[in-house]
């Protein structure tokens, strides 16, 4: 069962309201969340069995991934510190 976490940054108030995470009924494959400084969004995609992934909006490469319990991340538009919390329900 995969996951919902929110983020939301009190500075500029960049929301990303929800964000799956984790895994579903796919066993090899699971959503994992990103920063992306390319195009500084905060968001989540499939990483490959490689262990590769892309951002989603913009597919750059060079992103960082955030571990599942991430509570605290730099804002990628600001530059100061927002939250990332975990949400209500599950996918699969
Ligand atoms: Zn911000
Ligand atoms: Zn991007």
């Known amino acids: 069962m995969g996951g919902y976490v929110e983020f939301y ?4 108030r960049y929301h990303e309201p929800e964000l799956a995470i984790g895994h579903g009924s ?3 494959q699971y959503l994992a969340l990103f920063k992306c400084d390319h195009c500084k969004t ?3 995609a499939w990483v490959s ?7 989603g909006n913009c597919y750059d ?5 955030l ?4 509570q605290l991340c ?3 538009r600001c530059g100061e510190q927002g939250s990332l919390s975990k ?3 599950e996918w699969s």
């Open 67 to 70: 571990p599942d319990e991430t």
């Open 87 to 89: 949400k209500q329900g």
């Open 74 to 76: 730099v804002c990628p």
């Open 49 to 55: 069995e490689e262990g590769r992934i892309r951002c």
């Open 9 to 12: 940054c009190p500075f500029c």
């Open 61 to 65: 490469t060079e992103i960082t991934l």
């Open 42 to 44: 905060i968001g989540s």
């Open 26 to 28: 796919q066993a090899r």
